[in-house]
C-alpha cells in the first residue's frame, strides 16, 4: 500500500500515480501545509497521519513541507518512505533566492528528509550527485529515475533546427526569473 503525497496537482505526478495504481494498492493526497491556514494545516496533517498509518511506502513529490511531515510521521510510526527530488532541494543560487541551501531553515528540513527517507529518487543523476555531497547522505538508498516520455511520440524530424529554448515549468515569480 502506497501513500503518494504531493502539494500540486500536475500531469507528470497524474501518471506516476496512474501507473503506480496499475501494480499497487494507492491512496493519493494533495496535502497544503500552509501555516498561515490553520485549518487547510490541521487537515493536511490528519489526513496524512491516517494515510500514513494505513499506507507500508509514503511517496512524497517533491522535498517540500509534505514530504517532510511524511518523513516526520513515517518515522515515528515505524513506516517506509520515498521523496521524489526534482532540484529545488539540492540547489543553491543565492542571486535569485532560490534552492533549499539559500535558506537555512529549508536546508535543515531538506536534510531531515533525505537523512530519514528510506528511498530517495532523484529525477536526474546530477542531482544524486549533489544530494549525496550536499547532504552527506547514503548513496545506496539515493536511486536516479529520470521522469519519462513517449519516445515514440518525441522524435526528431529532418525540418532545420531552430534557435530557440523550450521551458515547461510550474510559473511563479520565481520560477520566472530562474527559467
Not at 499497487?24 to 500552509?34: A, I
Not at 535543515?108 to 549533489?130: F, G, M, Q, W
Request: glycine fraction near 6%; charge should be neutral.
Amino acid at each position: 500500500r502506497i501513500l503518494f503525497i504531493r502539494s500540486l496537482d500536475t500531469e507528470i505526478m497524474q501518471t506516476d500515480l496512474d501507473t503506480l495504481s496499475k501494480y499497487y494498492d494507492v491512496r493519493s493526497e494533495v496535502l497544503d501545509f500552509n501555516i498561515r491556514d490553520q485549518k487547510a494545516f490541521l487537515s493536511s496533517m490528519a489526513r496524512l497521519a491516517k494515510g500514513i498509518l494505513w499506507c507500508d511506502l509514503s511517496l512524497a513529490w517533491f522535498g517540500g513541507a509534505p514530504a517532510y511531515w511524511s518523513a516526520r510521521l513515517a518515522k515515528l510510526f515505524g513506516k517506509r518512505s520515498a521523496v521524489v527530488l526534482g532540484g529545488y532541494e539540492v540547489a543553491n543560487i543565492p542571486e535569485l533566492n532560490y534552492g533549499s541551501l539559500a535558506n537555512s531553515t529549508s536546508a535543515s528540513k531538506i536534510s531531515y528528509i533525505l537523512h530519514n527517507a528510506d528511498l530517495v529518487l532523484p529525477v536526474d543523476e546530477s542531482l544524486r550527485t549533489k544530494a549525496i555531497e550536499n547532504f552527506d547522505i547514503d548513496g545506496s538508498k539515493v536511486i536516479s529515475i529520470p521522469t519519462g516520455y513517449n519516445s515514440d511520440l518525441f522524435k526528431p524530424n529532418d525540418a532545420p533546427k531552430e534557435n530557440l529554448v523550450l521551458t515547461v515549468a510550474y510559473i511563479t515569480k520565481t520560477t520566472i526569473r530562474l527559467k
